[in-house]
T-cell receptor, first 112, second 111 residues
Framework: GQQLNQSPQSMFIQEGEDVSMNCTSS?????WLWYKQDPGEGPVLLIA?????ELTSNGRLTAQFGITRKDSFLNISASIPSDVGIYFC????????????FGSGTQLTVLP | DVKVTQSSRYLVKRTGEKVFLECVQD?????MFWYRQDPGLGLRLIYF???????EKGDIPEGYSVSREKKERFSLILESASTNQTSMYLC??????????FGSGTRLTVV
């Protein structure tokens, strides 16, 4: 079962605003991944993080692997309408490299 | 780039029908997975396979079976479709310890 707590569950923001979402767990992860799912499509990988403390950017997206290895956050700067979708965090538990554990997702709506 | 192709984007089936959902990948990945996605429940693992003819139950295997006769193809079978199996079904592949690559999904409606 799921062991990742992702928040918030949903967000409504104005175009141009920054967005932040995070995932926490009581378990240690050795990899964190962030996916985006457009309406009616499958999730697509945005950012992968492999080391505690790692901070990685992909355009307007920035994600960090928490120092404790139990959390991660994703920031989106200057949101645009095409940022709409569901964002999932996912991770490999320490000692596992095959089965991803997924968060429940953050539904992002960007208002013009 | 890895391509994961799910045979149908939308399916409508009747209760009691046997339903086949097909997933084909073109990059020789060893590991393949089937998930269902429902509002408020996130992604739930149905079955997975780490090799040809190998299959393992995920978190919600009841009412489903799978087949992996060839490395590139992983089929999900609903033996007797029921309305509570109406959902979005997602196939994913993985090589080594990398992230998953997902297909575009099949939205199944059972009436």
């Amino acid at each position: 079962g799921q062991q990742l707590n992702q928040s918030p569950q949903s967000m409504f923001i104005q175009e141009g605003e920054d967005v932040s979402m995070n995932c926490t767990s009581s378990s240690i992860f050795n990899t964190w991944l962030w996916y985006k799912q457009d309406p009616g499509e499958g999730p697509v990988l945005l950012i992968a993080l492999y080391k505690a403390g790692e901070l990685t950017s992909n355009g307007r997206l920035t994600a960090q692997f928490g120092i404790t290895r139990k959390d991660s956050f994703l920031n989106i700067s200057a949101s645009i309408p095409s940022d709409v979708g569901i964002y999932f965090c996912a991770g490999f538990l320490s000692g596992s490299a095959r089965q991803l554990t997924f968060g429940s997702g953050t539904q992002l709506t960007v208002l013009p | 780039d890895v391509k994961v192709t799910q045979s149908s984007r939308y399916l409508v089936k009747r209760t009691g029908e046997k339903v086949f959902l097909e997933c084909v990948q073109d990059m020789d990945h060893e590991n393949m997975f089937w998930y269902r996605q429902d509002p408020g429940l996130g992604l739930r693992l149905i079955y997975f396979s780490y090799d040809v003819k190998m299959k393992e139950k995920g978190d919600i295997p009841e009412g489903y079976s799978v087949s992996r006769e060839k490395k590139e193809r992983f089929s999900l079978i609903l033996e007797s479709a029921s309305t509570n199996q109406t959902s979005m079904y997602l196939c994913a592949t993985q090589q080594g310890g990398g992230g998953y690559t997902f297909g575009s999904g099949t939205r199944l409606t059972v009436v």
